[in-house]
């Protein structure tokens, strides 16, 4: 989980956690849904990067 986490592609996290949490609060029938998504996504994304930032050896191959 660790290395897939140091390797993810943030681009494409954010996109699949966008349609992900689109479909879940559109499904909900919440009201703004589109900013609840964009919030949510936003969040999970950066908490996301911030895990790979803290790792060490992001990139790197460890052997």
Known sequence: MVNWIKQVNLLWLFVLLFAFHG???YALG???WFT???MA???DTAVV???QFLLPGRGRQNQ
């Open 36 to 38: 609840v998504t964009l």
């Open 30 to 32: 919440t009201e703004s």
């Open 49 to 51: 990067a911030l895990v």
């Open 41 to 43: 996504t936003a969040v």
């Open 23 to 25: 479909i879940l609060y």
